[in-house]
């Protein structure tokens, strides 16, 4: 099994710049979530989706992220314009979420440097 | 905002020496899990505990919860070189996963 995978892991762009990140979740897996973690931080929820619908996106910015999830499997985070505070790791997340329990398996991370 | 807050922040602990970190929560929970993330890594689930579970153990591990107090604790037991990590606690309230600030655990081998 692959587990989640992230891209790309490292991208460093300019400020107002716009950045998307791809995320592929574990294949069976209806739940995604996207988390940023700043530097020393944990990770802080933008958006969770069950299937293709997003149903917890009160933390994401909106002026500046929007995220999508077609076709209820591949998703992807974008930003634009970035803004030097979003420097960050951006983090993907998925879950069947059958057994009850909210056990997240996450991917390697997309590592963000606004310059 | 933070749910968990971890206690202490780091810890620098020789090889064979069992280390303790805490967790402290404020909101109502469905359960409480704990995970490890490696230098440039992604998160490692290690362990979960339900809200109506006292105490947990796999392999090294040891997990305390106490809904009274809203607090949680990791133990982990003769400790590896390779434990060196950030543990962090994570809340689970409504599928809504919230995750504390993290310990650095440092194992001097």
């Known amino acids: 099994e692959a587990g989640v995978v992230q891209s790309p892991r490292y991208k460093i762009i300019e400020k107002k710049q716009p950045v998307a990140f791809w995320c592929n979740p574990i294949?069976?897996?209806?739940?995604l979530y996207w988390y940023r973690q700043n530097l020393g931080q944990g990770p802080e929820l933008l958006i969770r989706y069950e299937n293709e619908e997003a149903v917890d996106d009160s933390q994401l910015p909106k002026d500046r992220f929007s995220a999508e999830r077609l076709k209820g499997v591949d998703s992807t985070l974008k930003i634009q314009p970035a803004e030097l505070g979003d420097s960050a790791v951006y983090l993907c997340?998925?879950?069947?979420?059958?057994?009850?329990?909210?056990?997240?398996?996450f991917g390697a991370g997309s590592r963000l440097t606004v310059l | 905002s933070q749910q968990g807050e971890e206690d202490p922040q780091a810890l620098s602990i020789q090889e064979g020496e069992n280390a303790t970190m805490n967790c402290s929560y404020k909101?109502?929970?469905?359960?409480l899990q704990w995970y490890r993330q490696n230098s440039g890594r992604g998160l490692v689930h290690l362990i979960l505990?339900?809200?109506?579970?006292r105490e947990k153990h796999s392999g090294r591990l040891r997990v305390t919860l106490d809904t009274s107090k809203k607090s949680s604790s990791l133990l982990i037991t003769a400790s590896r070189a390779a434990d060196t990590a950030s543990y962090f606690c994570?809340?689970?309230?409504?599928?809504?996963?919230?995750f504390g600030k993290g310990n650095q655990v440092v194992v001097i081998p």
């Open positions: 294949s069976g897996h209806n739940t």
């Open positions: 997340a998925s879950t069947d979420g059958d057994s009850g329990a909210n056990v997240l398996t």
């Open positions: 994570a809340t689970d309230d409504r599928n809504r996963l919230a």
């Open positions: 909101t109502s929970i469905n359960n």
């Open positions: 505990i339900r809200s109506n579970e």
